[in-house]
């Protein structure tokens, strides 16, 4: 168990709709990360936050958004949804690191997303 | 932008064999990290290299940080039906932490 909680675990729905992700991060952690997985494929980063603001962005299509709240949980919002976005959506939260070494990052159960 | 590569995408190993799986950067790394992806899992840091040529063991895993700071290798030597899943490397790129992660390679097992 990373510490890190994301709902839903499952999600059907049809395309055309909106949905929303959500995540907790670990205690203490202030940096959280999305990451898109689709089937058999790698992990494509989306968006990441910290602290509450938006820190860097990846190849996060502009009908997703996201936002992370004061008490540091974060929601993916996925809207107008397509057959292509079904896919397993990993939430991932650090401390920041210092000292030229990088976050580790821990992975959250994910959301398996299914757009019908 | 940077690339990470990873290869093989797809290693079938017989148990109690050796492997090596490779990462190469598009450009050089401040350091890069190693995490496992169980099938129906989520992934799970394994280690972190730092300096340039850096070898760190974790049991029967060798990881290797290569001299140019660009390439890194992933060596199970007497592969278990444990071992199976998805290995990922990663490089950070230059702001916010921000991990750019490889293809991976998918690790199958035979009995």
């Known amino acids: 168990d990373s510490g890190v909680t994301q709902t839903p675990k499952h999600l059907i729905t049809a395309t055309g709709q909106r949905v929303t992700l959500r995540c907790s991060p670990r205690?203490?952690?202030?940096?959280v990360y999305w990451y898109q997985q689709s089937l058999d494929q790698g992990l494509q980063f989306l968006i990441q936050?910290?602290?509450?603001?938006?820190?860097a962005k990846g190849n996060i299509l502009e009908r997703f958004s996201a936002q992370q709240f004061p008490d540091l949980h974060s929601e993916l919002n996925l809207s107008s949804l397509e057959l292509g976005d079904s896919a397993l959506y990993f939430c991932?939260?650090?401390?920041?690191?210092?000292?030229?070494?990088?976050?580790?990052?821990?992975f959250g159960p994910g959301t398996r997303l299914t757009v019908l | 932008g940077q690339q990470v590569m990873q290869i093989p995408q797809y290693q079938h190993v017989q148990e109690g064999e050796d492997f090596t799986t490779y990462c190469n950067s598009s450009?050089?790394?401040?350091?890069i990290q190693w995490y496992k992806q169980r099938p129906g899992g989520h992934p799970v840091f394994l280690i972190q290299?730092?300096?340039?040529?850096e070898v760190k063991k974790q049991k029967r895993l060798t990881f290797q940080f290569g001299e140019a700071k660009k390439n890194s290798s992933l060596h199970i030597t007497a592969t278990q039906t444990t071992d199976v899943g998805t290995y990922f490397c990663?490089?950070?790129?230059?702001?916010?932490?921000?991990?750019?992660f490889g293809g991976g390679t998918r690790v199958l097992v035979k009995p």
């Open positions: 205690s203490g952690d202030l940096s």
């Open positions: 991932a939260s650090s401390v920041v690191a210092s000292g030229g070494v990088t976050d580790t990052q821990y």
């Open positions: 936050y910290y602290n509450g603001e938006e820190r």
């Open positions: 450009t050089t790394l401040s350091n």
């Open positions: 290299l730092v300096k340039s040529g």
């Open positions: 990663a490089g950070p790129q230059a702001a916010g932490n921000k991990l750019t």
